[in-house]
C-alpha cells in the first residue's frame, strides 16, 4: 500500500469512526496506519535536515546531518 493510500484510507476510517463508530480491528488498523504515516513523515523529514546546512556565529558551516549523527555516536551519560 503505497502513501496515497494510507492517507485515503485513514481518511475513510476517520469519517466511518464519526458517522457509526469503528470495529475494534478497524480502530488498531487506524492506529497502525497513523502510526505508519507519522514514521514516514518523521524520516522524510529527518532526510531533508540531514542535508541543511547552518552558518555557525563563528562563520563555520554545520551540516545537520553530520551533527546528528555525531551526537547519536557519543555514549549517553546517566
Known sequence: MNLGEKI????EL???SQE??????E???Q???????????RANLR???DNVDIREAD??????GEK???SESKPSVL
Open 31 to 41: 492506529a497502525r496506519l497513523r502510526a505508519e504515516y507519522v514514521a514516514n513523515v
Open 59 to 64: 562563520g563555520s558551516i554545520t551540516n545537520l
Open 47 to 49: 532526510g531533508q535536515l
Open 14 to 16: 476517520y469519517h466511518k
Open 68 to 70: 546528528r549523527k555525531k
Open 20 to 25: 457509526e463508530g469503528l470495529t475494534q480491528e
Open 27 to 29: 480502530k488498531e488498523e
Open 8 to 11: 485515503k484510507r485513514i481518511n
